[in-house]
């Protein structure tokens, strides 16, 4: 079975400076999609950015990319310029292409922006 | 375009009570899923339906939990009778299939089973 783990259960950052968030994964499988999720106190699940596993370039949107080492199954996730609004809890998600097809979420990394 | 819609956003119950937690996915999806989000569990798959029809539903805890989705418009999540350890924050889903992989959640449904 599919594992992700999020290894830093608490994180915190100066605002306008960079943080990286670390997940690994387990997988057999060669073809998957990787996934950050944020989570604001509001509760919402709100995609951050995504990885498909055949693609060699690390995805980014806007302050926010991945750093994707396939061999290594790691998928971080780095915000520049942070900013007040991104405290929030943060999953990794995997999820492959073969059998159940289930998103498999980490334990979340709780992040504080510090004014 | 509508988002993944749940009711109620809020349920308070006794213990012994049934509980039926309400979905409507996003038109056109072919896939919807049912979390629980707990402190101590975190976020755990119960069931997923792929065209309406359950795929799998081994994460659902007990005979106590049943869903359904009698149309590509809507499903329930029930629980009889409900347990205070029931308590949590029930998700639902819907994905296009793989066409991107990205499954868009629904604002969730907190339950309180005292």
């Known amino acids: 079975a599919q594992t992700v783990t999020q290894s830093q259960p608490e994180m915190s950052v100066q605002e306008a400076e960079t943080v990286t968030l670390s997940c690994t994964y387990d997988t057999s499988e060669s073809d998957y999609y990787l996934f950050w999720y944020k989570q604001p106190p509001s509760r919402q699940m709100i995609l951050v950015i995504r990885q498909e596993a055949y693609k060699q370039q690390n995805a980014t949107e806007n302050r926010f990319s991945v750093n994707f080492q396939k061999a290594a199954k790691s998928f971080s996730l780095k915000i520049s310029d942070s900013q007040l609004g991104d405290a929030a809890m943060y999953f990794c998600?995997?999820?492959?292409?073969?059998?159940?097809?289930?998103?498999?979420f980490g334990q979340g990394t709780r992040l504080t922006i510090n004014p | 375009d509508a988002g993944v819609i749940q009711s109620p956003r809020h349920e308070v119950t006794e213990m012994g009570q049934e509980v039926t937690l309400r979905c409507k996915p996003i038109?056109?999806?072919?896939?919807l899923f049912w979390y629980r989000q707990t402190m101590m569990r975190g976020l755990e798959l119960l069931i997923y339906f792929n065209n309406n029809v359950p795929i799998d539903d081994s994460g659902m805890p007990e005979d106590r939990f049943s869903a359904k989705m009698p149309n590509a418009s809507f499903s329930t999540l029930k629980i009889q009778p409900s347990e205070p350890r029931d308590s949590a924050v029930y998700f639902c889903a819907s994905s296009l299939g793989l066409a991107t992989g990205e499954l868009f959640f629904g604002e969730g449904s907190r339950l309180t089973v005292l």
């Open positions: 998600a995997y999820r492959g292409f073969q059998g159940a097809q289930k998103l498999v």
């Open positions: 038109s056109g999806h072919n896939s």
